[in-house]
């Protein structure tokens, strides 16, 4: 009984690190959100919601096979030729994406365009790569890799679906350049919409208001928080 009592323990813990992590990626350190990293693809590729999601599929893919490759090998790589060495690691994977995305999905390829390659060049990558991965074994890598690229295609996938509807007033259209088949006019809520949120200048804006509100969300949070700390305390 004890030791199915210590199992049981230890499976709760690591379930609820794992939580833990998981939201630190999504919410509390977003790489997009908060660490303002990769926001080239993040502003220019997030049109629509499906543009959001091959692209962050993409990068998540990459992000956690870098990591666990990065770790793997962290023995074996001169600190001198470290970074050069990450950069080939993710550009392999990178290829192997892109010829993934060429073969399958040709038309989602053909609307994300150079953005695919592009990854190589994410900061949010190769920091994790530098930061963590190569000072932490392989399962924390992969862990890593899977929180900070979860929590990255999520903002890809919400900021896209907020200018699509806002600058087109439909919701998941065109999901067929995944799944291919007919095109899928999705759910369309409204005709037309407002040009500028599907515009560069739209992107700016629209990551603006997802910071500003998630600023909003956690000082509203510390806010409900400081009370009931003051009355722990007393």
Known sequence: ??????????????ATGFIARLRTGIWDDNPGLVQLLGLCPLLAVTTSFVNGLGLGIATLFVLVLSNMLVSTTRTLIRPEIRIPMYVLIIASLVTCIEMIFLAWFPGLSRSLGIFI???????????????????????????????????FA????????????????????????????????????????????????????????????????DRRQQQTNRPMRSKSLR
Do not use: H
């Open 1 to 14: 009984t004890g030791t199915a009592y210590l199992r049981w323990w230890k499976t709760m813990s690591e």
């Open 117 to 151: 390659p592009l990854i190589v060049t994410n900061c949010a990558i190769v920091a994790r790569a530098e930061v963590f991965a190569s000072r932490n074994p392989v399962g924390e890598s992969l862990v890593d890799g899977l929180v900070m690229g979860s929590g």
């Open 154 to 217: 999520l903002l890809l996938m919400a900021i896209g679906a907020f200018r699509e509807l806002v600058g087109q007033g439909t919701i998941m259209a065109r999901l067929d350049m995944l799944f291919g088949g007919d095109p899928m006019p999705g759910l369309v809520l409204f005709d037309g919409g407002f040009l500028l949120a599907i515009l560069p200048p739209g992107a700016f804006i629209s990551l603006g208001l997802f910071v500003a509100l998630k600023n909003a969300i």
